[in-house]
């Protein structure tokens, strides 16, 4: 599920041209294969001995990568009574889900995705849990009254004393209720991981080409803000391969910037154990230019001041600081 807007203020974004290039000018470009259609390929998993097939290939891929396994192998550890049935299941999958060799067979990269997101639980689960009181307090009116819960593989973090939402993201079933009480701290993890890479122009669903623009907040977010932050603006960041779009405050979309991670650990502070629903009361944002958009993104620590200026594309194109000595 794409994260949704997010009102709460306090993750650095990359321009159209500032990621680096790898590849030299004479190599030649990727070559792209459809092996399938998609109705193809997914009625391929329609059937529970296919599925039991992609289980099994799991279970013999190690970290060193995919290993391969014969189909005597693979028989046995089905409950198919004749070989020649088994063998008919094992075809459908090759091709979208397996490699067929000599030797045996291995998965390729979309049998192994599909068959670890199955094992997540994604697509069979639904994981709800009750609210867990969180140590922070609500960035908007200060009470410590925000609190984490899941609806429908669903977290969210609100305010149980103003009633805003902070922050509504989709997390995989495992990842919800495979770390306890201790969730919301994966949580705030697995969001900041997500937003780095988006950050860094990294699709954190496909992989694909991302792009940033500084946006004014949708109606929704709007009204959820207090008055004072009428003029609220934020990152939001495009995947131009699956069309995931995520949104998150500009302060968010600077935090991994190494400006601001020296200028915290200058100061004995680490920023990453700073939950992203609150990153800390020390931080501004002041919004310089509406067309095209511009923000100056200011943190102060015992009155040394660093000031992050981020053009329209969620791009930070100067910093500054300034000494309480000074």
Same mark, same amino acid.
């Given at each position: 599920?794409?994260?949704?807007?997010?009102?709460?203020?306090?993750?650095?974004? $990359? +321009?159209?041209?500032?990621?680096?290039?790898?590849?030299?000018?004479?190599a030649e470009p990727a070559?792209?294969?459809?092996?399938?259609?998609?109705?193809d390929a997914f009625q391929?998993? #329609?059937?529970?001995?296919?599925?039991?097939?992609?289980? &099994?290939?799991?279970?013999? =891929?190690? #970290?060193?990568?995919?290993? $391969?396994?014969?189909?005597?192998?693979?028989? !046995?550890?089905?409950?198919?009574?004749?070989?020649?049935?088994?063998?008919?299941?094992?075809?459908?999958?090759?091709?979208?889900?397996?490699?067929?060799?000599? @030797? #045996?067979?291995?998965?390729?990269?979309?049998?192994?995705?599909?068959?670890? =997101?199955? *094992?997540?639980?994604?697509?069979?689960?639904?994981?709800?849990?009750?609210?867990?009181?969180?140590?922070?307090?609500?960035?908007?009116? +200060?009470?410590?009254?925000? !609190?984490?819960?899941?609806? @429908?593989?669903?977290?969210?973090?609100?305010?149980?004393?103003?009633?805003?939402?902070?922050?509504?993201?989709?997390?995989?079933?495992?990842?919800? +209720?495979?770390?306890? /009480?201790?969730?919301?701290?994966?949580?705030?993890?697995?969001?900041?991981?997500?937003?780095?890479?988006?950050?860094?122009?990294?699709?954190?669903?496909?992989? +694909?080409?991302?792009?940033?623009?500084?946006?004014?907040?949708? &109606? &929704?977010?709007?009204? !959820?803000?207090?008055?004072?932050?009428? /003029?609220?603006?934020?990152?939001?960041?495009?995947?131009?391969?699956? #069309?995931? %779009?995520? $949104?998150?405050?500009?302060?968010?979309?600077?935090?991994?910037?190494?400006?601001?991670?020296?200028?915290?650990?200058?100061?004995?502070? /680490?920023?990453? !154990?700073?939950?992203?629903?609150?990153?800390?009361? %020390?931080? =501004?944002?002041?919004?310089?230019?509406?067309?095209?958009? *511009?923000?100056?993104?200011?943190? %102060?620590?015992?009155?040394?001041?660093?000031?992050?200026?981020?053009?329209?594309?969620?791009?930070?194109?100067?910093?500054?600081?300034?000494?309480?000595?000074?």
């Amino acid at each position: 599920m794409d994260e949704v807007d997010e009102p709460s203020i306090g993750s650095r974004d $990359r +321009g159209p041209d500032s990621s680096p290039s790898i590849a030299s000018p004479t190599a030649e470009p990727a070559r792209a294969e459809r092996v399938s259609d998609p109705s193809d390929a997914f009625q391929a998993l #329609g059937n529970e001995i296919r599925m039991g097939i992609l289980d &099994t290939m799991l279970e013999r =891929t190690d #970290g060193e990568g995919p290993s $391969r396994v014969s189909f005597s192998a693979l028989f !046995e550890a089905s409950d198919v009574d004749t070989s020649a049935g088994f063998a008919y299941h094992l075809e459908q999958l090759v091709g979208p889900y397996l490699h067929q060799y000599d @030797d #045996g067979y291995e998965l390729t990269y979309a049998g192994e995705r599909i068959g670890r =997101t199955i *094992a997540t639980g994604t697509y069979t689960h639904r994981v709800d849990r009750p609210p867990v009181e969180l140590e922070e307090s609500c960035p908007f009116c +200060g009470r410590q009254d925000l !609190e984490a819960r899941s609806a @429908d593989n669903v977290v969210t973090i609100s305010c149980d004393d103003c009633g805003r939402s902070l922050l509504r993201l989709g997390v995989p079933p495992v990842g919800i +209720g495979g770390h306890g /009480d201790e969730f919301p701290a994966a949580f705030d993890r697995y969001h900041r991981h997500r937003l780095g890479l988006a950050a860094d122009g990294v699709c954190p669903d496909c992989s +694909g080409d991302v792009s940033g623009r500084l946006v004014t907040p949708s &109606t &929704t977010v709007a009204d !959820e803000l207090p008055s004072e932050y009428d /003029d609220h603006v934020q990152a939001e960041f495009s995947c131009h391969g699956c #069309g995931i %779009e995520l $949104r998150c405050p500009v302060t968010l979309a600077v935090l991994d910037h190494p400006s601001v991670v020296s200028f915290y650990h200058e100061h004995g502070e /680490d920023v990453s !154990e700073r939950p992203i629903w609150n990153v800390g009361h %020390e931080w =501004t944002e002041t919004t310089l230019s509406e067309e095209p958009l *511009a923000v100056r993104v200011v943190t %102060e620590l015992e009155g040394d001041v660093l000031a992050l200026y981020v053009d329209e594309h969620a791009s930070v194109v100067d910093v500054q600081r300034s000494s309480a000595d000074e």
